[in-house]
T-cell receptor, first 110, second 116 residues
Framework: KNEVEQSPQNLTAQEGEFITINCSYS?????LHWLQQHPGGGIVSLFM???GKKKHGRLIATINIQEKHSSLHITASHPRDSAVYIC????????????FGKGTKLTVNP | IAGITQAPTSQILAAGRRMTLRCTQD?????MYWYRQDLGLGLRLIHY???????GKGEVPDGYSVSRANTDDFPLTLASAVPSQTSVYFC????FGTGSNTGELFFGEGSRLTVL
């Protein structure tokens, strides 16, 4: 069974700090997703990646396939970045089913 | 309609009642999913559909049924609701297959369901 572990579970930072959220998984995957969920809100896809690194604004996502590990970085964090960040993986079996981590709750204080 | 739409946004219903959560997307995505989100458990897949006319069971399918009569619609039905089905339900869609534009997930805004 593919397990997805995120760390930390909760993270509090001061505005401007560099943030790193980690995701580890246990089996071979075809893709990894990073999602963002604001309090009481919907879920938005931030990145989908299968290798290397992607950047969008202040957000950077990296993945190391050999180590079965991905990181989400936020540079110059802002209170509006406060949200739950969720990692999800699609296994190599070709199934469209995803396995989700339990999320990392980020709070950025002004 | 732009993207993926769920209805209702929230609902309170008595145990034993039948309930259908609606989900519609206008992106012509072939794959659609229903998830439930519960505190401490994260998102769990209930049912999915890779293309119109086919459906499959996810991690927690008991007590739920789905249909996929066409590409756009993917309703989730609770035949006889129970309190343990109190949750937030999210519908999602993606383009299934190969290629650079496949796989990105789009979520609805969620449906908060309370079963008393």
């Amino acid at each position: 069974k593919n397990e997805v572990e995120q760390s930390p579970q909760n993270l509090t930072a001061q505005e401007g700090e560099f943030i790193t959220i980690n995701c580890s998984y246990s089996v071979g995957i075809s893709a990894l997703h990073w999602l963002q969920q604001h309090p009481g809100g919907g879920i938005v896809s931030l990145f989908m990646l299968s290798s290397g690194k992607k950047k969008h604004g202040r957000l950077i996502a990296t993945i190391n396939i050999q180590e079965k590990h991905s990181s989400l970085h936020i540079t110059a964090s802002h209170p509006r970045d406060s949200a739950v960040y969720i990692c999800a993986v699609r296994d190599q079996g070709g199934s469209e089913k995803l396995v989700f981590g339990k999320g990392t709750k980020l709070t950025v204080n002004p | 309609i732009a993207g993926i739409t769920q209805a209702p946004t929230s609902q309170i219903l008595a145990a034993g009642r039948r309930m259908t959560l609606r989900c519609t997307q206008d992106m012509r995505h072939n794959a659609m999913y229903w998830y439930r989100q519960d505190l401490g458990l994260g998102l769990r897949l209930i049912h999915y559909s890779n293309t119109a006319g086919t459906t499959g069971k996810g991690e927690v399918p008991d007590g739920y049924s789905v249909s996929r009569a066409n590409t756009d619609d993917f309703p989730l039905t609770l035949a006889s609701a129970v309190p343990s089905q109190t949750s937030v339900y999210f519908c999602a869609s993606s383009r299934f297959g190969t290629g650079s534009n496949t796989g990105e997930l789009f979520f609805g805004e969620g449906s908060r369901l309370t079963v008393l």
